[in-house]
């Protein structure tokens, strides 16, 4: 049951966090929102695991595994944000929705997981409701028509890169431990993202950023941290698939959100598919717990 409730409040950290992530792509750039999320989670998280470190660096195959993952987490978010930054979110959600599949997919062939039949079929219709919610016109659907939309192509590598990195982070979490998941690959991609702001001289607008945009910086920090742990914390209780099930939803989420905050209409579809989602999710949540 921990794990369905992780897996949930997952899906709301990364419902509220989308907001916040795109608005500070466009404010701060790719790399630095990066960063601020990847230091701000390293110095948080680190009271929680100092005393794992010892036995951690002393065991290769894990810290192979964990520094993978964070490379991997790297690119995928730069891809993610990138198409958030230059795409319109109608266009750009449902490809990112392709996650799902990929993450179910590996977590089979590489990790053994079994999903029943009812559970496969849940996966499916929720991963149709998504994919429905976020689409505001059915010509969104036509992928091969598009490639050339802002951001699409960003948006289609970020997905099949990001299912990887739900993969690897349910796999490392059951490994290790969620928090010394989280920490470390935070601690990978954040290096990486100090060596690009140096090279680029960008350091000290760091501190342009705190100070006029402080609570931008801190939300979407804050919530895809939290988002992370919760989805580590859920993998470690219950099978992967299931948890990017149940978490990936928060895609469809988003939507119900610019519904009551920014009063946007949505289409008979869309209604539909959210309906669907939450109904899959609720149901995949009770017969997993």
Known sequence: MLGIIFSLLALLSWGFGDFSIQRATRIFGDFKTL????????IAIFPFIYSELNAFFHTPHLLILLSLTGVVIFFAALFDFEALKRGKLAIIEP???I???ITVALSALFWGEKLSLPQLFLVTVTFIGITLSVTTHHAHLHYHKRLLERGVMFAGIGAIVMGLVNFLVGASSQSTSPLLTIWFTNLIFTVFCVVYIVAKG???SIWTDIKYHPRILMAESILDNMAWIFYAYAASFIAISVA???SESYIAF???L???INKEKLQRHQIFGIIIAIASVLIISYISG
């Open 35 to 42: 960063f601020y999320i990847g230091i701000v989670g390293v």
């Open 95 to 97: 490809i990112l929705a």
């Open 99 to 101: 996650e799902l599949p």
């Open 202 to 204: 960008q350091f000290k």
């Open 244 to 246: 990017t099930t149940i």
């Open 254 to 256: 988003t939507v119900l």
């Open 258 to 260: 610019g519904v009551f």
